[in-house]
């Protein structure tokens, strides 16, 4: 779990990267930008009864390269191209796979089928794939609804609900500034365009918003200026080490926690995961594991620079 403040409102857990597919469908529009085949290889698959991973969205030396392709692109790419938009992720993957599959065959015509060091790779990725898709099947249904249930109540029930705002602020270099900032609003200037226009701080753009936090998510005096306004109502100058602030609060509430069944498949992925572990130690246990030689005489492993 990444911690309590997961289940506050706004807050989500991680979506698994072994289920990307759901994600890729709702990018056929964008990426039919450049990549057209993609909207019209889908579209002919599902007329022809396929599934859309299963699409060609391009092909190379005529042999397809596949939205599934993509797919498992993503997953073995996952952590490289984390925070990446979709959208590029997925102009990324696609130009990958046309590169990956037209440099294979060139690599073919070379006759590196049967190489030594293709043969050995071969191997090692095979019993990886294999293990890796064994491990996922058999803990598929590892974990029910009723034990992710039982895990969340557990972690709201230690989730210490706090009041939070929603405030907006202009932030000046001078007291001076400030009052005239007051003086401005109550001439009945809007604030957030007032912010969007003199601001100093980073969140001018946005017309001052700083959206909901709790007290000890800013400097003290500021949290004590916020927390004393009712919505709607904005504060005297406040001096904080970052210049003078005018506040301004649009709302109160106490913070809210995040439905189960929003959080429900990432709690069942932190699950299956803490049980992979055990379940890998019991099927090395049922194995004929011998090391050959002593310990000092096994070849030493030098990393790559």
Not at 2 to 19: E, V
Not at 118 to 133: H, N, S
Not at 145 to 169: G, N, P, S
Request: hydrophobic share 40%; aromatic share 6%.
């Amino acid at each position: 779990m990444t911690g309590l403040i997961s289940f506050r409102a706004g807050a989500r857990l991680p979506r698994s990267s072994n289920r990307p597919g759901r994600r890729w469908r709702c990018l056929a529009l964008a990426a039919g930008l450049s990549f057209p085949g993609l909207v019209a290889g889908s579209a002919l698959a599902q007329e022809a009864g396929e599934a859309p991973e299963d699409a060609v969205i391009a092909t190379v030396n005529g042999e397809p390269v596949r939205y599934s392709d993509v797919i498992l692109a993503e997953q073995d790419l996952a952590a490289q191209l984390s925070g990446v938009p979709e959208d590029v992720k997925f102009e990324y993957l696609a130009s990958l796979m046309i590169d990956r599959k037209a440099l294979a065959d060139e690599a073919l015509k070379a006759g590196l089928e049967d190489d030594p060091a293709v043969l050995r790779q071969l191997a090692y990725y095979r019993e990886k794939v294999l293990g890796d898709v064994y491990l996922n099947r058999q803990l598929a249904d590892a974990v029910s609804d009723e034990e992710a249930r039982t895990f969340y109540d557990k972690q709201v029930a230690q989730i210490d609900v706090e009041e939070e705002v929603r405030a907006r602020h202009i932030l000046v270099e001078t007291e001076d500034e400030a009052l005239k900032v007051i003086s401005r609003l109550d001439a009945g200037e809007d604030f957030a365009a007032l912010a969007k226009e003199i601001s100093t701080g980073p969140t001018g753009a946005n017309g001052g918003d700083l959206g909901f936090f709790v007290a000890d998510r800013m400097v003290p005096e500021f949290s004590d200026a916020a927390f004393a306004l009712q919505p709607g109502e904005v504060s005297k100058p406040v001096k904080s080490d970052f210049g003078w602030h005018v506040i301004k609060v649009e709302e109160r509430r106490m913070q809210q926690v995040v439905p189960f069944e929003d959080v429900k498949e990432g709690i069942k992925v932190q699950l299956r995961d803490e049980k992979a572990a055990p379940f890998i130690a019991s099927v090395r246990d049922k194995a004929d594991v011998k090391f050959t030689g002593e310990e000092t005489a096994r070849p030493q492993i030098v990393p790559q620079q």
